[in-house]
């Protein structure tokens, strides 16, 4: 039975920090109120390689700020209804279908990335909705602004009834920035050669990277149908063992593990994914390990 790592021959890269849901420079009022070299200085300062200002419907070009501190990528959040991340693109695509807008970030060589799948509500991105699109490349499993909103900032829920319905999405995390306090509390790992579009974007098509609120990853290696995982602090700190927690279909719990690793003996499940958990709450969400003839 042949998996898929999505994690496998990582080398010659590193590991960058990534936030694609950013708001600022829009003005008093709005979401986007903090004035961008602020914002931009302040992801800076918690040491994030990469940053999307995604306004709501509307283009921010923010090339200047590209320094060898950050790179600095185009992007909108399409808002015209359920909210959506159309990430690599220099234009606010206004187009009334979320099909339409998909189809052209595509075109433009960008990626979609549905947003806050349980704001407000449990379904706010509702099941039907999310299978009747194609083409996205991932949900956020990890938005800590809900929290401060109303709903729940999480929805590994939603992504396990993608996952087991056949559906190859991954999961993001996104800080969805307003104000200052919410920066770094949510984000992207991301294995690329690179700090370039290309290159990163060539990670996110391979599932190489991880949701993040305060952890990194060590490895997750594959061999004999084995799983192997570690997490980490991004910090130097003798705290070395962590939980592990084993996910499958329907979100069903296999296996709850604490140490060093976490090691799992596949047994023909369809996709299994990893959730690991550090003493301070902080969780990392690993892409799922997948047989290659169920999702697509």
Same mark, same amino acid.
């Given at each position: 039975? $042949? @998996? &898929?790592?999505?994690y496998e021959n990582l080398t010659d890269g590193k590991w960058m920090k990534a936030n694609f849901h950013t708001h600022a420079g829009t003005g008093p009022g709005t979401c986007g109120a903090n004035p961008i070299d602020v914002v931009v200085n302040t992801y800076k300062h918690l040491k994030y390689d990469v940053l999307c200002i995604s306004n709501h419907d509307l283009f921010t070009d923010t090339s200047e700020y590209t320094d060898d501190r950050i =790179?600095?990528?185009p992007g909108v959040e399409y808002s015209r209804s359920e909210h959506m991340l159309t990430i690599g693109v220099d234009r606010s695509l206004h187009e009334s279908v979320h099909q339409t807008a998909i189809d052209i970030t595509n075109e433009i060589g960008g990626f979609t990335v549905l947003c806050h799948p349980n704001w407000g509500r449990k379904g706010y991105w509702s099941h039907d909705k999310m299978m009747s699109l194609q083409g996205y490349k991932g949900i956020e499993v990890l938005n800590? =602004?809900?929290y401060r909103l109303s709903g729940s900032g999480l929805a590994a829920d939603a992504w396990d009834y993608l996952l087991s319905n056949g559906r190859l999405v991954y999961g993001f995390g996104n800080d969805d920035f307003h104000a200052i306090p919410d920066a770094g509390r949510s984000f992207n790992v991301i294995f690329a050669k690179e700090p370039s579009?290309?290159? =990163?974007? $060539?990670s996110i098509d391979k599932g190489s990277f991880c949701a993040s609120s305060g952890l990194y990853p060590e490895y997750l290696h594959l061999e004999d149908n084995i799983i192997r995982v570690k997490a980490r602090y991004p910090i130097a700190t003798y705290v070395d063992e962590f /939980? @592990?927690?084993?996910?499958?279909?329907?979100g069903k719990v296999l296996d709850v593990q604490f140490g060093k690793e976490g090691v799992y003996n =596949? /047994?023909? $499940?369809? @996709? &299994?994914?990893v959730e690991a958990i550090g003493e301070n709450g902080a969780m990392l969400y690993f892409q799922p390990v997948f047989q290659e003839s169920f999702l697509k």
């Open positions: 039975m $042949e @998996y &898929v790592n999505p =790179l600095m990528i800590m =602004l809900i579009f290309r290159a =990163l974007k $060539e /939980t @592990y927690r084993f996910i499958s279909e329907n =596949l /047994t023909g $499940e369809k @996709y &299994v994914r």
